[in-house]
């Protein structure tokens, strides 16, 4: 059994990771955890302080997109050599297996997918109940969450600022389901408890939410200390300002890991098939049970969602936000489809001009 090391056990690494690379990695110190991302690059760690590490070309060009780069959360093995003519800058050379990933559709017109954060346990989607809370966001935020593979829970702060805190909790769990749903106001240390409990030693916990819902605040309380610069709240419209400007992993006081990200008001799930499914189970129930296994949910007869939306069993605002993001991945993946035909023909292309092109003569 390969030995691992006290600091890399601390970041997260396991017998199950310490599977997948050879004890002559581990040993020369060649395995680390990417803990935040930065421009044309990451900062890693291992058994030694933080150094900022690029990928190397066959990683950044051989690879099928963003999906293949290392980001925050990941397990990498560097090379042995530096990368050329950035002093001191170490070399990724292959990013580990993941366990689970966090990936939205990429805020703009293009079919991109954004990768957030990998190898995550525990997802905290923070959101405020002073205005923040949207039940068709959560939705989405859950269906993002568990089409990634980690487990969503749904932190509510600012009850404070809301007349009846108790109505906001249960709209939040109407929407949950089986999700852990936590009240909580991290400036007085209220609600703590249970969300501290949840943050078990050796899990990778990330928070998300929109800009302003007091996601720094949460990973302040969680870690102890002031890691995050924490904006006041605006009184105009009772919002935080936004303070997490980059995704990056902190450990906590209980010995969890945390990825606090920037805010995003934008989210639309990647890929998200069950993700959805999962985030909309009764709703997918209901339509195995339509007279037709065609059914579009729209006038055909015998249809149970609109049986049920009719008798007002089904909520027509949550049976909207379904069809939405079932139209949305539809035409994803169309574009998606579209998208790679496009590359294999310019990849043809030029594979076609290299073949054609006279040979050098040789000196």
């Known amino acids: 059994m390969i030995a691992i090391p006290t600091a890399l056990s601390a970041l997260g690494f396991d017998a199950e990771w310490a599977s997948l690379v050879t004890s002559t990695e581990l040993d020369a110190g060649r395995v680390c955890r990417v803990i935040r991302g930065d421009r044309g690059g990451v900062l890693v760690q291992g058994a030694w302080p933080p150094r900022h590490a690029r990928s190397r070309g066959r990683l950044r060009f051989e690879g099928q997109g963003v999906l293949v780069l290392p980001t925050v959360g990941d397990w990498v093995v560097l090379a042995e050599a530096p990368v050329a003519g950035r002093d001191g800058w170490l070399q990724v050379d292959r990013v580990l297996p993941r366990r689970s990933t966090l990936v ?150 209980s010995g969890a890991l945390l990825i606090d990200t920037p805010g995003m008001r934008e989210i639309a799930p990647w890929e998200a098939d069950e993700g959805v499914a999962e985030a909309y189970s009764d709703l997918d129930d209901l339509a195995a049970t339509c007279r037709f296994t065609s059914c579009r949910h729209e006038t055909e007869p015998g249809c149970a969602l609109r049986g049920a939306l009719d008798s007002g069993e089904l909520d027509a605002a949550r049976f909207a936000g379904w069809r939405r993001l079932l139209s949305e991945q539809e035409t994803q993946e169309r574009l998606r489809f579209a998208g790679a035909a496009a590359q294999e023909r310019r990849r043809y292309k030029g594979l076609s001009q290299h073949l054609k092109a006279p040979p050098k003569p040789r000196r």
Not at 104 to 128: C, F, H, K, M, W
Not at 192 to 206: K, N, W
């Open 104 to 253: 939205r559709q990429a805020a703009g017109d293009e079919t991109l997918p954004q990768l957030i954060a990998a190898n995550l346990d525990l997802v905290l989607i923070v959101t405020s109940a002073d205005g923040d809370l949207n039940p068709r966001r959560l939705e989405r935020y859950l269906a993002v969450v568990r089409t990634g593979g980690a487990s969503p829970a749904i932190v509510l702060t600012k009850l404070d600022l809301v007349p009846d805190p108790a109505a906001a909790l249960d709209a939040a769990r109407a929407i949950a389901g089986d999700v852990p749903v936590y009240g909580a106001n991290p400036r007085a240390r209220s609600g703590m408890d249970e969300i501290i409990a949840a943050c078990r030693p050796g899990l990778t916990v990330a928070c998300v939410g929109s800009s302003g819902v007091g996601k720094s605040t949460l990973v302040n309380a969680l870690a102890g200390d002031e890691h995050q610069l924490t904006g006041d709240v605006k009184r105009s419209d009772g919002k935080g300002r936004h303070t997490t400007t980059s995704r990056e992993l902190v450990s906590l006081a």
